[in-house]
DNA sequence: ACATTAAGTTTACAACTGTAACTTATCTTT
DNA sequence: AAAGATAAGTTACAGTTGTAAACTTAATGT
């Protein structure tokens, strides 16, 4: 698995990878009659997706005749990773905190996610900042209250 | 504030976002210069993520006469866990926690934040499944290993 | 070996984005 | 009131994305 860090996945070439991550490898007709399933998608579309994937390094096809197979060159997880801390790059570093508190609040989590979660807290905690200041503008170190 | 659920914010607008919802409010010149030094953009370009701000409802002009006020009308915080949870409604639910680790380990939190956070922790862990399935595709519940 | 079918590749095209020039309307200053 | 300076609004244009038709090549059944 290779760097996903630099590999842009579009919002629908990322349900495409969905799926191929997993069943861990697939067809192209798997691969069609899945994304018709779960998004209605014709069959060009799917095949245009996946070569836009494999034009950007995303997925590779392996064999030698013609079903080929297509399989994941990013991982799962670190392109989950990556795009997260995209999205939180982009925020006020002031509101990380309630945001992530927000998805916590709303997503499931299983009993050992929370654990691990509640571990890297502790130690986190050891050595964390009285605030964290607000990285919107030069110069302005706080945002206005919450909203 | 209204409905942040509904707006679209495209990257560059999100950036002239920050910049507004930091300020509170501003003036197109204001507004302006801080791109420009922000992000070394035109005043054109201000011009038109302003505009199209305004035009889907995230910023509104009031003011009689000509330097305008400008201010947000989505807010942020809401705005941020909008757009925090669009991103996890498209991702694994299987692997979310693992992400928000991730999320977690690399991210600046107060001590305030993780306080916050161990308290949602501890009250969800109450209730919490054993494990979370993976919803990735009809009928498979499990996805490979962690990679 | 040929027709049929399935797999893979190219091309298309409108909507959306990032970026900015050009134009018009409105203040301000003389 | 006319000129000059600003602010606001319109138009532009190439690149990306979502969606899919059309075309080409390789396998399969007869």
Same mark, same amino acid.
Do not use: N, R, T, Y
């Given at each position: 698995m290779i760097d996903a860090k630099h590999v842009t996945i579009t919002d629908s070439e990322w349900e495409v990878m969905r799926a191929i991550w997993t069943m861990g490898q697939t067809t192209s007709r798997e691969l069609i009659d899945t994304m018709n399933q779960l998004e209605g998608w014709s069959d060009s579309t799917t095949k245009t997706l996946l070569h836009r994937l494999i034009k950007k390094g995303a997925v590779e096809q392996t064999g030698a005749s013609r079903p080929f197979t297509f399989k994941p060159v990013v991982g799962e997880k670190e392109s989950m990773s990556a795009a997260a801390d995209d999205l939180f790059d982009h925020m006020c570093a002031m509101r990380a905190g309630s945001t992530i508190a927000q998805v916590i609040k709303t997503r499931e989590l299983s009993k050992s996610d929370i654990a691990e979660l509640q571990k890297i807290l502790a130690e986190k905690a050891?050595?964390? !900042?009285e605030m964290v200041h607000c990285n919107?503008? !030069?110069?302005?170190m706080t945002c206005e209250e919450d909203s």
């Open positions: 050891k050595d964390a !900042p919107c503008l !030069p110069g302005k």
